[in-house]
């Protein structure tokens, strides 16, 4: 129902999952990459395999699991030796990127990707039917300084998707399309981004990574970025909603649509973060949506998102 492309938006460091649903979401996960790789050739999946249907708040799949190295579930670390970190947001959990490039103690662990401190999540996007996405983060600048920065920018967040499986001319890694923003404050503030892909630079079923990458403006002073929520939507989303799940909901004629039944991260860990919401047919009796007689009425919200 939820147009939200990421899992564990609210970077939350318990996912509340048992060992069975893990383990579903993980080998979903590698079972839909397997699929892409082999050109979409049936005989990759296991005999009447379906994604998990189970209310675990993670969609159908996980691509990434580092949580052994203190990263929340679905998110994967970049840059140097122990750059993220779990961390506290405004409500529940948040990742903290660090500044500056502390030595590792040995080789193996170093991160395969050297860079700027960041974090990445493997994501399938709907780009058979939308090439631009739009997002938000909520986020502050994390100082020692007792008073705001005046004169410039704390540093810069670097968003983007960029390549997960490599190909002739486009390796793992490169880069499809990003935005740079300024982070001027030090306390809690939502920035808005819109990526546009290249036509054609993503196909269809093909997993690709989002990322988000913390440059200092000052190599001098400590300054790490705190992120507590991240959000990343198909350009094409009826307020958050989904457009295809819209025009099915249209077509059954049902009087209402309650959204899926996560609990709030504020009160659980590794859901939507959504909460349980309700909306009258309103959004789905739009222009080319669907149709019904049924009064509109205005949406309702039985738990806080944060």
Not at 25 to 45: H, I, K, M, Q, W
Not at 161 to 184: D, F, K, M
């Amino acid at each position: 129902m939820w147009a939200q492309v990421l899992s564990n938006p609210g970077f939350e460091r318990d996912a509340n999952l048992s060992r069975r649903s893990l383990h579903q979401l993980e080998r979903a996960g590698r079972y839909l990459t397997d699929f892409f790789v082999s050109r979409r050739n049936p005989r990759s999946l296991p005999p009447r395999w379906t994604p998990g249907t189970g209310a675990t708040g993670f969609g159908v799949t996980i691509l990434d699991d580092h949580t052994a190295e203190g990263v929340p579930l679905s998110w994967a670390p970049l840059g140097h030796y122990r750059a993220v970190s779990a961390s506290v947001g405004r409500i529940g959990g948040a990742v903290r990127l660090r500044a500056g490039s502390p030595a590792a103690p040995d080789l193996d662990t170093v991160p395969l990707d050297d860079g700027p401190a960041g974090v990445r999540q493997g994501v399938f996007l709907p780009t058979q039917r939308v090439s631009a996405c739009t997002g938000d983060l909520w986020l502050r600048a994390a100082t020692q300084r007792a008073q705001p920065r005046l004169e410039a920018a704390y540093g810069a967040v670097e968003i983007g998707i960029r390549r997960r499986l490599g190909g002739p001319g486009s390796p793992a890694g490169s880069c499809l399309a990003h935005q740079e923003l300024p982070v001027a404050a030090n306390t809690w503030h939502k920035l808005p981004f819109r990526l546009e892909l290249p036509p054609g630079a993503v196909a269809e079923g093909e997993p690709v990574d989002f990322y988000i990458r913390w440059n200092p403006a000052d190599a001098n002073e400590a300054v790490d970025l705190l992120i507590d929520r991240a959000q990343l939507l198909p350009a094409d989303h009826v307020d958050g909603l989904d457009p295809d799940v819209l025009r099915l909901a249209g077509d059954w004629h049902v009087p209402f649509c309650a959204g899926p039944a996560a609990i709030s991260s504020a009160t659980t860990t590794g859901a939507t973060g959504s909460g349980l919401r309700t909306y009258a047919l309103s959004a789905l009796t739009r222009p080319g949506v669907g149709s019904s007689t049924t009064p509109s009425a205005a949406p309702t919200s039985s738990t806080s998102a944060g």
